[in-house]
């Protein structure tokens, strides 16, 4: 078998705009599964660029799955964008030190949690993931969309703020999909799949 390699930082020959995104992540609180691919149309190094409000201090991660395809210039909002707004002002004067150092004594900033992107996922160009998100398996987000809740498995949501426009599949069969988890397979099992994988009998799929 001649399978691609997930460890490839550029898998398509000649083309270097395209990448598997774990082999370009240099920020561990990034989280990165096998065959998921970043395709950006000036250079896949903006993938990190794109990740903002990303500080340690926060504690949050961004965690994307297996065989997600994720297009130019989206971008994740993280937890670190977040200021006061139950207070009386929402201005962030301890970062700054000096006699301002202990405004946030007994206090904190608000998070949403880790941002999660499941399995099979298909992000648009120019989507914006807000933080604290879900996005459920085999969901699909529509070009510029600003996704602010979490999105169910295997919905395509799109618009500001996004909303669901239809399921991709009747419930047997997200249900059966769900249960496979083809993502979980070995490489070995996908690749021997790939027909039906790329099919639409998903009921009749053979495993």
């Known amino acids: ?19 598997f995104l774990k082999n370009i992540i240099t920020n561990p609180n990034i989280i990165v599964g096998d065959y998921t691919y970043y395709d950006d149309f000036e250079s896949v190094d903006n993938f990190e660029k794109n990740v903002k409000y990303l500080f340690d201090f926060t504690g949050d991660k961004l965690i994307i799955g297996k065989f997600c395809m994720i297009a130019s210039d989206v971008t994740f909002i993280m937890n670190g964008a977040n200021h006061l707004s139950d207070a ?101 099992k996908i690749t021997k799949h790939i027909q039906q994988l790329t099919g639409t009998d998903i009921l009749g799929l053979n495993v």
């Not at 969309?145 to 949501?157: F, G, R």
């Open 88 to 188: 009386i002002a929402s201005y962030p004067f301890a970062i700054f030190g000096k006699d301002w150092s202990n405004a946030m004594e007994g206090k904190t900033y608000p998070t949403k949690g880790n941002t999660v992107i499941g399995n099979d996922v298909w992000i648009g160009y120019g989507a914006t993931i807000m933080p604290g998100v879900s996005i459920g398996d085999g969901a699909i987000i529509a070009t510029k969309s600003v996704v602010t809740k979490d999105v169910e498995p295997y919905s395509i949501v799109g618009g500001n703020p996004s909303k669901e426009i239809r399921k991709r599949f009747p419930a047997e069969h997200m249900n059966r999909l769900l249960e496979l988890q083809w993502w979980d397979w070995p490489i070995e």
């Open 1 to 19: 078998m001649n399978i691609p390699n997930p460890n490839d930082r550029l898998p398509l020959a000649n083309y270097d705009r395209l990448c």
